[in-house]
Protein backbone atom coordinates (compact mmCIF):
# COMPACT_ATOMS: atom_id res chain seq x y z
CA UNK A 1 0.00 0.00 0.00
CA UNK A 2 1.67 3.48 -0.76
CA UNK A 3 1.84 5.92 2.07
CA UNK A 4 0.34 9.06 2.08
CA UNK A 5 1.17 10.33 5.03
CA UNK A 6 3.41 13.66 4.53
CA UNK A 7 5.32 13.58 7.92
CA UNK A 8 5.86 9.80 7.23
CA UNK A 9 7.04 10.69 3.69
CA UNK A 10 9.33 13.77 5.14
CA UNK A 11 11.47 11.44 7.11
CA UNK A 12 15.20 10.56 5.96
CA UNK A 13 16.13 7.13 5.07
CA UNK A 14 18.88 5.47 5.94
CA UNK A 15 21.42 3.49 4.07
CA UNK A 16 20.83 -0.16 3.02
CA UNK A 17 24.05 -2.43 4.79
CA UNK A 18 23.57 -5.26 2.29
CA UNK A 19 23.08 -6.14 -1.24
CA UNK A 20 20.58 -9.01 -0.16
CA UNK A 21 18.62 -6.35 1.64
CA UNK A 22 18.86 -4.24 -1.19
CA UNK A 23 17.05 -6.61 -3.54
CA UNK A 24 14.35 -7.70 -1.03
CA UNK A 25 13.22 -3.94 -0.76
CA UNK A 26 13.24 -3.77 -4.73
CA UNK A 27 10.99 -7.14 -4.88
CA UNK A 28 8.27 -5.13 -2.51
CA UNK A 29 8.57 -2.04 -4.76
CA UNK A 30 8.26 -4.08 -8.14
CA UNK A 31 4.93 -5.93 -6.95
CA UNK A 32 3.54 -2.55 -5.31
CA UNK A 33 4.58 -0.12 -8.90
CA UNK A 34 2.89 -2.67 -10.50
CA UNK A 35 -0.50 -2.99 -8.69
CA UNK A 36 -0.52 0.66 -9.27
CA UNK A 37 -0.31 0.23 -12.90
CA UNK A 38 -2.42 -2.74 -12.71
CA UNK A 39 -5.52 -0.37 -11.04
CA UNK A 40 -4.86 2.76 -12.95
CA UNK A 41 -2.49 4.77 -11.54
CA UNK A 42 -0.24 4.86 -13.72
CA UNK A 43 3.89 4.91 -12.23
CA UNK A 44 7.43 5.00 -13.41
CA UNK A 45 9.49 5.15 -10.06
CA UNK A 46 8.67 4.37 -6.40
CA UNK A 47 11.09 4.78 -3.28
CA UNK A 48 11.01 2.39 -0.30
CA UNK A 49 9.69 5.15 2.02
CA UNK A 50 6.41 5.22 0.00
CA UNK A 51 5.95 1.74 0.89
CA UNK A 52 6.34 2.32 4.48
CA UNK A 53 10.58 1.20 4.17
CA UNK A 54 12.74 3.85 5.34
CA UNK A 55 15.99 2.89 3.33
CA UNK A 56 17.40 4.45 0.55
CA UNK A 57 15.86 2.22 -2.29
CA UNK A 58 14.03 3.27 -4.67
CA UNK A 59 12.79 1.95 -8.54
CA UNK A 60 12.93 3.46 -11.65
CA UNK A 61 10.52 1.62 -14.97
CA UNK A 62 9.95 3.97 -18.03
CA UNK A 63 9.49 1.40 -20.68
CA UNK A 64 12.86 -0.68 -21.28
CA UNK A 65 14.70 1.24 -18.41
CA UNK A 66 14.71 -0.28 -15.40
CA UNK A 67 16.53 1.42 -12.86
CA UNK A 68 17.26 0.24 -9.15
CA UNK A 69 18.92 2.89 -7.00
CA UNK A 70 20.11 1.97 -3.69
CA UNK A 71 22.39 4.42 -1.36
CA UNK A 72 22.54 6.75 -4.47
CA UNK A 73 23.51 10.55 -4.96
CA UNK A 74 23.48 12.53 -7.96
CA UNK A 75 27.26 13.63 -8.34
CA UNK A 76 26.57 15.65 -11.73
CA UNK A 77 24.00 18.20 -12.51
CA UNK A 78 23.67 19.85 -16.41
CA UNK A 79 20.71 21.70 -18.05
CA UNK A 80 18.14 23.06 -15.62
CA UNK A 81 14.30 22.38 -16.67
CA UNK A 82 10.93 22.68 -15.69
CA UNK A 83 9.18 19.64 -14.89
CA UNK A 84 5.16 18.31 -14.73
CA UNK A 85 5.48 15.58 -12.44
CA UNK A 86 3.06 13.77 -10.25
CA UNK A 87 3.65 11.18 -6.89
CA UNK A 88 1.94 8.33 -6.01
CA UNK A 89 1.46 9.28 -2.33
CA UNK A 90 -0.04 12.41 -3.46
CA UNK A 91 -3.01 13.94 -5.80
CA UNK A 92 -2.58 15.80 -8.81
CA UNK A 93 0.68 17.07 -10.68
CA UNK A 94 3.39 19.78 -9.56
CA UNK A 95 5.72 21.97 -11.86
CA UNK A 96 9.10 21.27 -10.36
CA UNK A 97 12.27 22.64 -11.30
CA UNK A 98 15.30 19.57 -12.06
CA UNK A 99 17.86 18.78 -13.94
CA UNK A 100 17.33 17.46 -17.37
CA UNK A 101 21.15 15.29 -17.40
CA UNK A 102 22.42 13.75 -14.14
CA UNK A 103 25.00 11.24 -13.08
CA UNK A 104 24.32 8.96 -10.57
CA UNK A 105 26.80 7.12 -8.20
CA UNK A 106 24.88 4.07 -6.76
CA UNK A 107 26.49 2.00 -3.91
CA UNK A 108 25.95 -2.08 -3.67
CA UNK A 109 24.49 -1.72 -7.41
CA UNK A 110 26.68 -3.85 -10.65
CA UNK A 111 27.16 -0.24 -12.36
CA UNK A 112 28.41 1.81 -9.73
CA UNK A 113 28.18 4.87 -11.90
CA UNK A 114 25.21 6.26 -14.90
CA UNK A 115 24.20 9.34 -16.47
CA UNK A 116 20.36 10.03 -16.90
CA UNK A 117 18.86 11.96 -19.28
CA UNK A 118 14.77 13.38 -19.84
CA UNK A 119 12.47 11.36 -18.01
CA UNK A 120 14.92 9.40 -16.65
CA UNK A 121 16.44 11.82 -15.23
CA UNK A 122 13.82 13.60 -13.54
CA UNK A 123 12.41 10.46 -12.38
CA UNK A 124 15.61 9.45 -10.74
CA UNK A 125 15.82 13.07 -8.88
CA UNK A 126 12.07 12.65 -7.59
CA UNK A 127 12.67 9.13 -6.31
CA UNK A 128 16.06 10.58 -4.52
CA UNK A 129 14.46 13.26 -3.42
CA UNK A 130 12.30 10.47 -1.13
CA UNK A 131 15.60 9.49 0.51
CA UNK A 132 16.16 12.80 1.83
CA UNK A 133 12.19 13.25 3.02
CA UNK A 134 11.39 16.10 0.40
CA UNK A 135 8.38 15.44 -1.59
CA UNK A 136 7.14 17.59 -4.85
CA UNK A 137 5.02 20.33 -2.76
CA UNK A 138 8.32 21.37 -1.12
CA UNK A 139 9.85 21.91 -4.51
CA UNK A 140 6.74 23.37 -6.35
CA UNK A 141 7.10 26.13 -8.74
CA UNK A 142 5.12 29.04 -7.46
CA UNK A 143 2.56 30.46 -10.11
CA UNK A 144 2.08 34.13 -10.55
CA UNK A 145 -1.15 35.25 -8.89
CA UNK A 146 -3.28 37.15 -11.44
CA UNK A 147 -5.24 38.96 -9.45
CA UNK A 148 -8.68 40.71 -11.59
CA UNK A 149 -9.93 43.96 -10.79
CA UNK A 150 -13.44 42.71 -9.26
CA UNK A 151 -11.42 39.22 -7.25
CA UNK A 152 -11.03 39.72 -3.48
CA UNK A 153 -7.73 41.62 -2.73
CA UNK A 154 -4.74 39.56 -2.16
CA UNK A 155 -3.86 41.49 1.10
CA UNK A 156 -6.60 39.85 3.17
CA UNK A 157 -8.26 43.39 3.77
CA UNK A 158 -11.83 41.77 2.87
CA UNK A 159 -12.29 44.47 0.04
CA UNK A 160 -11.98 43.81 -4.18
CA UNK A 161 -8.61 44.30 -5.65
CA UNK A 162 -10.04 47.13 -7.10
CA UNK A 163 -10.50 49.11 -4.17
CA UNK A 164 -7.73 48.10 -2.08
CA UNK A 165 -4.30 47.53 -3.81
CA UNK A 166 -5.37 48.27 -6.89
CA UNK A 167 -6.99 51.52 -6.79
CA UNK A 168 -3.38 53.30 -7.51
CA UNK A 169 -2.64 51.39 -10.44
Do not use: W
Not at 128 to 151: A, S, V, W
Request: overall charge positive; aromatic content about 6%.
Amino acid sequence: MIVKDLDFLRQISTPVSSLDEAKDIIVLLEKELQHCNDIGKSGIGLAAVQIGILKRVAIVRIGSVKINLVNSNVSEIYDSIDSEEGCLSLSGNFKVKRYNQIVVENNLIEFNKFCAFGTVSICVQHEMDHFDGKIIIDNEIKKEINIGQNMPCHCKSGKKYKKCCGKNK
